[in-house]
């Protein structure tokens, strides 16, 4: 599985659609990825939250702008 690492932050997300809300996202080199977990809520997941500020590394599958991790590690 791809490894990624990044800054996570909170963002306005779907700026201007229904769809507009506060996400939690993996800024990398490469790009800004919306983060979930692996059988996490969507719309609100207190432990991505709690990340919010830390460098991570992290296993997961990239669909489209969306980034799901199975596990992480602050570094």
């Not at 992290?58 to 799901?68: F, P, V, W």
């Amino acid at each position: 599985m791809p490894t990624y690492r990044g800054t996570v932050v909170m963002k306005a997300f779907g700026t201007g659609s229904k769809n507009e809300r506060q996400s939690v996202m993996l800024r990398t080199e490469s790009g800004e990825f919306v983060l979930r977990r692996q059988g996490g809520n969507p719309f609100a997941d207190p432990a991505l939250e709690a990340l919010a500020g830390e460098e991570i590394e992290c296993e997961g599958s990239l669909h489209g702008y969306t980034l799901i991790i199975t596990n992480w590690k602050k570094v």
